[in-house]
């Protein structure tokens, strides 16, 4: 009876949550944008022995197979007549029925054919989510919170250490001398992995939402999202020694950290910024708004001379800052999603989900003009989208739809 | 929503596909936002069952179930985003402090407690608590809607609020107790 009650109680309060978080109307541009894809997407094409199975009522599947006769019978004819017999028909050519919706035609063709660049290793994992890199071995963070090494040497996968499972995507993680940091939002943990010991060995509560994890040898940064605060973590003590509020609280908060050019970077959707601290201070060195249509909710590349964030909602766009002012100074188009890039050869490279369309591929961005001038494919079947980093003196992506890490040369990431 | 409105649409009838998509687009999101918990991906998740609907609408064999099939379209969109592997925003939930009452502080808080429990359910499981409890549905409605057998829908079910009371228990648990730093 008590169990009963509960149960009642429970979905009750089940009910009662989700009236109130439930949205109450799709924003008019996502269904504007939604129909209009619709406009240039052509329906499936049925054929009559198909038409012929859809209906149920009696009369229309007797009319369905009549229909169904009528094709048959109408493909018979044309055989024979193909075959120079019959009632002396002469077949045209006609092409070949497919089992696939023919393809809407592109409105015009790619301004930049992809090149090849082959994979000098396929690493198999388990639902990778995130890498992240200490400058010799990779580590992997998978969605089921398994913090994994790939060993350059052997270009192979170590024994999973548990962070604790985990189902939705917003763990973040960072590596360097002092550990592998991962942060948990569900239970608002920090964990410290020992790479050599091969486990965690701290588990530090940060903050309400820690979302992106940085470490930058003296300190470690952790986002937390609904405080609306960076928070400043000693690797000596496992302490937090500052925090540094950077926007408003409330969701869609700190998102996303990256080191370079003297500061700590980080994004902030709910406020349309990119905030800059000093990491020997504290202090907020600068607060740069972002144009709307590019949300700050996606991650950092940092070359000597900018500093790039893509976005994660919308048509996919990378911000670009200009450091020594501070300022926007340009917006670079993507042909799909990108997440974490990164810096080769003083460039931003961000792997690129196309889907529906496979493959996805890896995009160069030219600072001068803000656009993709370089693409490479690893394969016919990379989905993109995935963290890139560089490490061991190659590049690493994340091809997480197929469940590997591709290791890359990174000569062939300045062909010619 | 009429049965001819959707034979038009399966027909190639644009203005009849917008006048259905925007009968049901509001709900559509909603399911989308609940299952996912997040606001980007409940877009994507929408938008690209829209555009599913519209290429598979010749293939839908019963006009008069468009919206439990729309519904799955919208299910499918959200197990296949959910799949990605790239990382998201924070989901945005800012229409919530719209809605605060009497003591915000303690409401958003309750709100936070369930909504972290909920996240760490697996997706089939979130679903089938959102096909209950917010779409009011029954476990045949659920099953017809997923394709599943009723006897899937009903231990999702079970597991899924199972898998809440004990987050929630377990939240309680740590409530009371005070911070600190558990090393290994």
Known sequence: MTRERSDRDLAALLE????????????????????????????????????????????????????????ALLVAVLAFGALGGGLGMTPSPSPTPSATPVPPSSPSPPAIVPGPITPTASIPADQPMALASDGTSVWILTATGLVQRI???????????????????????????????????????????????????????????????????????????????????????????????????????????????????????????????????????????????????????????????????????????????NAVVGLATLDGTAYTPAVIDGAPWVSVDTSPSLPGALNRIAAATNAVDLKLVPGPTFGGGGDMVVAAGSVWVNDGGNNRILRLPLAGFTPG | MSVEEVER??????????????????????????????????????????????????????????????????????????RRTRRRAEVSLLHLAERQVVDPTV?????????????????????????????????????ETLGLPVGTVKSRIRYGTAAMRAALEADDRVGSQPAGEKTA
């Not at chain 1, 020997?280 to 708004?289: D, G, V």
């Not at chain 2, 972290?116 to 779409?135: D, I, K, M, N, W």
Request: hydrophobic share 40%.
């Open chain 2, 9 to 82: 649409a399966m027909r190639g009838d644009h203005d009849a596909f917008g006048a259905l998509m925007g009968a049901s687009a509001n709900r559509l999101y909603a399911l989308a936002s609940l299952i996912l918990r997040d606001t980007d991906r409940a877009q994507d998740a929408t938008q690209e069952a829209i555009v599913r609907a519209w290429r598979e609408l010749p293939r839908l064999r019963d006009p008069e179930r468009f919206e439990a099939w729309l519904r799955r379209m919208v299910v499918n969109a959200c197990y296949d985003e959910g």
């Open chain 1, 16 to 71: 009662a949550w989700m009236d109130e978080v439930a949205p109450t109307a799709i924003p008019v541009p996502v269904l504007e944008e939604a129909f209009a894809r619709t406009m240039s997407a052509s329906q499936v094409r049925l054929y009559p022995w198909e038409r012929a199975v859809r209906r149920t009522s009696p009369s229309r599947r007797i009319a369905g197979f009549a229909l169904a006769a009528t094709a």
């Open chain 2, 107 to 143: 409401r958003f808080a309750e709100s936070e407690r369930i909504d972290h429990a909920f996240r760490r359910l697996p997706l089939e499981q979130r679903t089938t608590l959102v096909l209950q409890h917010q779409f009011g549905m029954s476990h045949v409605e659920i099953a």
């Open chain 1, 151 to 325: 060993d350059p040497a052997t270009n192979k996968l170590g024994a999973a250490i548990s962070t604790g499972a985990t189902t939705d995507a917003y763990q973040g993680i960072s590596a360097d001398r002092s550990g592998v940091w991962v942060t948990e939002s569900n239970t608002a943990t920090l964990f410290r992995v020992d790479p050599v010991a091969h486990k965690v060995v701290t588990t530090i509560p940060v903050g309400n939402t820690p979302k992106g994890v940085l470490t930058t040898g003296s300190a470690v940064w952790v986002a937390d999202v609904r405080s609306g605060t960076v928070l400043r973590i000693d690797p000596a003590t496992n302490k937090v020694v500052a925090t540094v509020t950077v926007g408003p609280t409330g969701d869609s908060g700190p998102n996303w950290l990256a080191s370079g050019l003297g500061s700590i970077w980080v994004g902030i959707p709910n406020n349309q910024t990119v905030v800059r601290i000093d990491p020997t201070t504290n202090a907020i060195q600068a607060t740069i708004p972002i144009p709307v249509e590019a949300s700050p909710c996606g991650s950092f590349a940092i070359t000597p001379a900018a500093v790039w964030i893509t976005s994660c909602g919308g048509p996919p766009k990378v911000t670009h800052i200009d450091p020594t002012t």
